[in-house]
């Protein structure tokens, strides 16, 4: 079990919106960050500190929280986004307490 | 350009020690931003963080792993490591190293499979 519930798949037509979830216990106060992983490949960050993009990272990745939710969009959602999507949690000010949800399977129709 | 390489055996015996090491290239080890991290994936699954460890040796590891693994770190090799110790079939999975920055891992190495 993960300490983060995301659901298992989300599917989206080329072109449209698509929107993650990730929920867990004051979700808000905690840093939440976002990596996609592709099938035989290691993740990629792609959202850090709730909403901020790391360099390279296409500006149709987006991200939010709010109380017990953290959100990822891909706005105009191209094929090669394809991948799963996996939150993670960050409580506090030092390397403790580390936790990932279970990810999202993202199916580009 | 950071990047980090896992190394180590790719099958263990069950009840025995696995031992990987992380060797960073690009950046030194001892720089006062960073920590290191050791995260796995079992096959078909998603991530666990197993822990971390700061340049100056500070550790954190996930409570239900705390009994048997020790994260180490040599600073002449640029260096960290991991070792579980009594490994099960459970433990079999992709290893993967990374920088633990701004409270998110990245870049994350290749990663290691690893069968118990």
């Known amino acids: 079990s993960h300490d983060l519930t995301q659901a298992p798949s989300v599917s989206v037509s080329p072109g449209q919106t698509a929107t993650i979830t990730c929920s867990g216990d004051?979700?808000?106060?905690?840093?939440s960050s976002w990596y996609q992983q592709k099938p035989g490949q290691a993740p990629v960050l792609v959202i850090y500190?709730?909403?901020k993009r790391p360099s390279g990272i296409p500006e149709r990745f987006s991200g939010s929280t709010s109380a017990n939710t953290a959100t990822l969009t891909i706005s105009g959602t191209q094929a090669m986004d394809e991948a799963d999507y996996y939150c993670?949690?960050?409580?506090?000010?030092?390397?403790?307490?580390?936790?990932f949800g279970g990810g999202t399977k993202l199916t580009v129709l | 350009q950071l990047q980090l390489q896992e190394s180590g055996p790719g099958l263990v015996k069950p009840s025995e020690t696995l031992s990987l090491t992380c060797t960073v290239s690009?950046?030194?080890?001892?720089?006062?931003?960073?920590?290191w991290a050791w995260i796995r994936q079992p096959p078909g699954k998603g991530l666990e963080w197993i822990g971390s460890?700061?340049?100056?040796?500070?550790?954190f590891y996930k409570s239900s792993l705390r009994s048997r693994v020790t994260i180490s770190v040599d600073t002449s090799k640029n260096q960290f490591s991991l070792k579980m110790i009594s490994v099960l079939a459970g433990d079999t999975a992709v290893y993967y190293c990374?920088?633990?920055?701004?409270?998110?891992?990245?870049?994350w190495g290749p990663g290691t499979p690893v069968t118990v």
């Open positions: 690009g950046a030194s080890i001892t720089s006062h931003t960073s920590y």
């Open positions: 004051k979700l808000g106060d905690k840093y």
């Open positions: 500190q709730d909403s």
């Open positions: 460890i700061s340049h100056g040796g500070t550790t």
């Open positions: 990374a920088r633990a920055w701004r409270r998110a891992f990245d870049p």
């Open positions: 993670q949690a960050w409580d506090g000010d030092t390397a403790a307490g580390v936790v």
